[in-house]
Structures are given as C-alpha cells and as structure tokens.
C-alpha cells in the first residue's frame, strides 16, 4: 500500500481534490490530508461567471471546479512515500513531490483564462518541481462554454495525477524533460478573455443551434483500385453522398464484403429519438447502393458498428458507451439479424477498435474516466480470445491526447507492412479531423503510438471534417459533418 501526503487548500478547496482523494482510497492508498493556508484562492470574476453559465446550462450536479465546503486534514501512522501537492504552492519536502501544472502554471484556476480565450492546454505532471513525469493534452468538447471546457481540462488532471501515482508505485516512471519557466499565475486577464472571446462565442454558437442540426454527419463511398486515403493522406476524388431526409443521419461507416458482395455498416441516428440505432447499405452488382435498413437496436445509443470475419464467423463490435457495456454480437443472419454473444468490457469504452497481432487480440479504444470527454484518453485491453477475458494493460491510460487518442476505424496494414490506426483529430473540436498513427510497439509493458499525420481534406469531398475512415477492398467510406437546417427552406409555387 503506498502511503501518499495530499497538500490541499485550507479553504475552499475544489471537488477535483477531494476526487483524486476518493480515488486514491479506492486504490487501497493509505491518504493522508494537509492543509495550506497560503493557497492562492480562485478570483471572484471566474468563481462567478462560471457559476452563470452553469446556472445557464442548469448544471445542477457538483462540477469538478466547485468549491466544497473542506477536505478535512487527517494523518497516517506510516511515514509517506509520496507527496501531492495539489495547490501548486506548498513549501519544499525531502518527500518526492508531484504536482500538475496548467499550461506551465501551478495554480488551477489560471485554466479559466486558457479556455475562455479557445486556447487548448497542455497539462504536466511534474516531479520536485523539476522534471515532467507525465503529460496530457485534454479534449473540451463543449467549446463554447467555459464553464463545461474548464470541466473537462480539471477531469483530466485527475486521470493525470492518478495514473502517474501509479506509474510511481510501479517504478516505470518517465523522464519527460525539465520544466519551462513558470507562467502567470495571477488569474488576471480572465475577465477581458471572458467579455471579448468566450460570451460572444456563447451567443454565436446559442444562433447556430437555433438555427442548425447541433450535429448531422454524411457518409461518402468511392470504389477505387489503387491506393487509397491511408497512402496518398488525402482525400481525393470519385466521392458519392449517402443521402439522408435531413431527419436522420448517417456515420461512422465499415465496410465488408461477404460472399463477394459489398456492405457498409453505419450508424443510423434519428434526431427526434436522440439516439441511433445500427443499419446496413448493401450494394447491388453495379455498385448502386440500395436503402439503408436497419439491423441492430438496443434501448441505448449504438454507434461505430465494427464489423469483421473470424473463424469463418462474422460478429459486429459496435460502441454502447452509454450503456456502460462493450458487448460483441455474432451474425445469425447477415447481414440483418445480430445476437448479442457477451460482455467483453464494462465502463464508458467508446470505439474500441479490433487488432491481431503477436498471438494476441488487442482492443483500444477510449474510456471517459468518470468526468470529462470521451475522446481524449486511449487504452488498450489484451485477449488470447475474442471472448476473453479482456485484461487492462499495465500501462492503462496508454496516452491524453485530443489529437490520437480515439480510434476513427479499423486498423489499416500498408503495402509495406506499417499498421496505421485512424486516430480522430480533436484540435478543432469533435469530428474536426483524421489523421493515421503507426503503431511502433505493442507488447504486455507499453504501446507506442506515432504522431498522427493528418489526412488532407483535397479532393471532392464536400465535408472536409471528417472523423471515419474504412475500406474493405476496393470499396473506401469516410464520414463528414455537415451544416443542416433544423426547418427545411418552403419551396415556393412557380
């Protein structure tokens, strides 16, 4: 059991403390809680504006930046092996000591700012005040909030701190680098940052709900002969539109060919029901496609219907993040009738994306590690089996990282020999791009994943934000959002 100190605020504390606390005790750490009266308290120009806009977005559950009343100070009978400092100010230890700096500022609030301006963040976990041990960079899905953006980065800084403590435990801490000069920590600037960027933001983005779709993908097939997006890194041309009756939408494209025949596999989402359900587009011998059809629903919202042969067996993966379960269905009659076969993960999994390799199964995916996005933190699970058990691997979380953390399709092998992942790009925000990382090393210890290149949206397809991409011979299918009108233009009478 590892025996931590945890330095928190004397007064006002945040819930983002007391949250690494619970989950520390959750791992059988032995915690034992400082006070630090010289904490820098959040200003009142950011304690108010984002208590607004959750008042706004009738935020009624506690946020991670909501103060809370103490966290109160207890001690250990075991001398400590850690300490946590988690007000960035606390005075010097002979114990090592870990703290998480916000685009190299030491206090939490300084992120306020960073976010109001649209600014993406870069977190650092940092040992002694000297080397970097870990770092993060979170996705914030909700942009045009403050409120929910600064959510989603402190979300992050948990999952951070938690992950290195544990690397600590386990002796496999890494040497990033020394740490920059230190940044402003004062909290000024939040203010004029929130009037000039953030609120005109807020009331851009009210108009475009109010006017479009919040979201409504397109999905864009092409049968092509030689290389495709994986090696050219772009789009190109020949692209045709699945078209839609604007009350549904189509995404998250696989392709399959099955006794010769071509099928793509899509999420189907109706707007008025909230949530999607899995449909198939088969193809005819002149490669027309015929009306979709639905194959698969579930009282929860399914998504990313990775469908594959094994064992002469086909089975479909699809995303069920919000039913808290990753379940595996095999085809009884393809392609129109899918039985669920078993429960290979629980907990928020979203697009866990399918790879044999060195005599073992692998699964990565993301998972939402209780608060924050759902794209940003990648892990990776192992199977001798396609019915397990799945096992975490030892290096879970595998990467934070908006740009490469969730998967956008199926593993692709290049002519010669790479594996390249599909990773989505979320620097410009959910579905703002796709770019391809080579897995450089898969083993039971640590996966290395290379930076993304991005795939350039050149060519003729018209939705050039595009978060899929899949081919199963010559067939290739992406996905692109696309800007539609929640109340279709009246024709006129001629």
């Known amino acids: 059991m590892l025996s931590i100190d945890v330095v928190v605020p004397q007064r006002n504390p945040r819930a983002w403390q007391a949250q690494i606390i619970q989950r520390l005790e959750a791992d059988n750490c032995d915690v034992a809680v400082l006070h630090e009266a010289s904490a820098t308290p959040w200003p009142t120009s950011v304690n108010t504006l984002l208590g607004l806009e959750r008042w706004l977005f009738r935020r009624v559950d506690e946020g991670l930046a909501s103060p809370v009343k103490s966290i109160p100070a207890r001690s250990v009978t075991r001398p400590s092996t850690l300490r946590l400092d988690l007000v960035g100010n606390a005075p010097p230890s002979d114990i090592p000591t870990l703290t998480v700096r916000f685009d190299r500022a030491n206090a939490d609030f300084t992120i306020a700012r960073t976010v109001a301006l649209r600014e993406l963040p870069i977190l650092e976990a940092v040992m002694d005040g000297r080397t970097i041990v870990g770092r993060a960079a979170p996705m914030i899905d909700r942009r045009e909030a403050t409120s929910l953006g600064v959510e989603d ?25 020394t740490v920059s000069s230190a940044s402003d920590t004062s909290g000024e600037g939040f203010l004029a940052a929130y009037l000039s960027r953030a609120l005109p933001r807020l009331g851009r983005e009210a108009f475009r709900r109010a006017r479009f779709r919040h979201a409504h993908w397109r999905v864009g097939y092409r049968f092509i002969a030689g290389p495709g997006v994986a090696e050219t890194g772009r789009l190109g041309t020949g692209w045709t539109v699945l078209p839609d009756a604007g009350d549904r939408f189509y995404a998250d494209p696989f392709a399959i060919h099955w006794q010769g025949r071509p099928f793509v596999f899509v999420e189907d989402y109706v707007h008025v029901a909230g949530k999607a359900v899995i449909s198939v587009v088969p193809f005819t011998d002149d490669r027309r ?35 808290s379960r990753l379940t595996l269905y095999r085809a009884a009659e393809f392609p129109d009738t899918w039985q669920p076969v078993a429960t290979l993960l629980e907990g928020e999994i979203s697009d866990a994306t ?3 390799q060195g005599g073992s199964l692998w699964l990565f995916a993301t998972r939402r590690d209780g608060y924050g996005s759902t794209s940003d933190t990648m892990v990776v699970f192992e199977a001798a089996t396609l019915l397990g058990p799945w096992r975490e691997h030892a290096a879970n979380p595998i990467l934070i990282d908006r740009r490469r953390a969730r998967p956008g399709g199926a593993f692709i092998r290049s002519r010669a020999g790479r594996l390249l992942l599909p990773v989505q ?21 640590s996966v290395r994943l290379s930076d993304p290149r991005p795939i350039l949206a050149n060519g003729d397809w018209p939705y050039p934000q595009i978060h899929t991409l899949n081919r199963s011979g010559s067939l290739e299918v992406i996905d692109g959002i696309a800007a539609v009108p929640r109340r279709p233009k009246s024709s006129r009478a001629s």
Do not use: N
Not at 425 to 445: H, P, Q, R
């Open 153 to 177: 980065v402190l979300a992050r800084a948990v999952t951070l701190i938690l992950s290195v403590v544990r690397a600590f435990a386990e002796g496999r801490l890494e040497d990033m680098g």
């Open 289 to 323: 496609p015929l009306p979709p059809r639905v194959v698969l629903e579930e009282p929860h919202h399914l998504s990313y219907p990775q469908v594959f042969e094994r064992d002469g067996t086909l089975w479909m993966l699809p995303e069920a993040s919000a039913s």
């Open 354 to 356: 399918l790879l044999d």
């Open 425 to 445: 790009d979320g620097t410009l925000g959910y579905g703002g791009g796709l770019g391809l990382s080579e897995l450089v090393g898969l083993d039971a210890t």
